[in-house]
């Protein structure tokens, strides 16, 4: 890839503005307003050696830190019974500034792959159903559940809980239905996955593609379209999951190994 961190950095911080959510309101939360949300006038390049939520959660930290609207009061908050047990993390606590309103923020970037009437992400060991439950059930929940475990501070205010959440849902190249799980945003970013073995039946043998890197996955491809990638031709062998982009086609793949979703996987 061509792209310098500062141009990566640029790319994240834009993608937080222009894509598409992937789930919308849950009843245990509504989703944050996007159009709340403005770059920095000057992004700080991110880290790009962290995990993939890591690093969205550092981006989406500076666009609040520099905010007019907003101020970043916790990020990644520990919530703990004792010091020995955690209940679990608050991603963002944030400030209202035009309305004072206490906000936990929730964030995620989520990839799934529609496998009949499942979803499994590129590790399969994730999958769609399990992320929105253990939102529901916990995550989103924990201020209120656990609500004398919090700082002294927050404790006895109105606390809103609201989740970001983005990501790509992936049909399979031969299926002509899209899938509909509930709660995914109807214009969710939608893209195809298909197994190494199947790219020559879908594919010119002369198909150039292109690896798109982790770090940029959540990313629309319109916004690296001037980006110069990594080239990948089959047979050559992978052994994950991996985004690629075809020249001049906005939908994003996921060339799966052959033997998936049965395999052991890293995201």
């Not at 500062?6 to 959510?21: D, G, N, R, V």
């Not at 959660?57 to 990644?76: P, W």
């Not at 559940?145 to 205010?157: N, V």
Request: charged residues 20%.
């Amino acid at each position: 890839m061509t792209l310098s961190t500062q141009q990566a950095t640029e790319l994240i911080l834009e993608s937080f503005l222009t894509a598409p959510l992937l789930i919308s309101d849950l009843p245990e939360s509504p989703h944050f307003q996007i159009s709340d949300l403005s770059p920095p006038d000057k992004a700080a390049p991110l880290n790009f050696s962290q995990k993939l939520g890591h690093l969205y959660e550092d981006a989406l930290a500076q666009i609040f830190t520099t905010s007019k609207d907003y101020d970043l009061l916790e990020q990644n908050l520990q919530i703990q019974k004792d010091i020995h047990t955690t209940v679990g993390e608050l991603d963002f606590l944030l400030r209202n500034l035009k309305t004072y309103q206490l906000i936990h923020l929730e964030l995620a970037t989520k990839f799934y792959l529609a496998v009949g009437s499942d979803l499994p992400g590129p590790d399969a060991r994730d999958n769609y159903f399990k992320k929105l439950s253990h939102l529901q059930q916990h995550q989103l929940r924990i201020p209120q559940k656990f609500r004398d475990y919090l700082p002294i501070t927050y404790r006895s205010e109105n606390i809103k809980t609201q989740q970001l959440v983005y990501g790509c849902l992936f049909d399979h190249i031969e299926i002509q239905k899209t899938s509909n799980p509930k709660f995914l945003n109807p214009k969710c970013r939608r893209g195809k996955w298909l197994h190494l073995s199947e790219v020559s039946r879908h594919f010119p043998a002369d198909q150039e593609f292109q690896i798109i890197p982790k770090t940029l996955w959540p990313v629309p491809l319109k916004l690296l379209s001037k980006a110069r990638l990594e080239s990948w031709k089959p047979p050559q062998i992978l052994e994950r999951c991996t985004m690629v982009r075809v020249p001049s086609d906005l939908t994003p793949y996921f060339i799966a190994p052959s033997n998936y979703p049965h395999y052991e996987g890293t995201l």
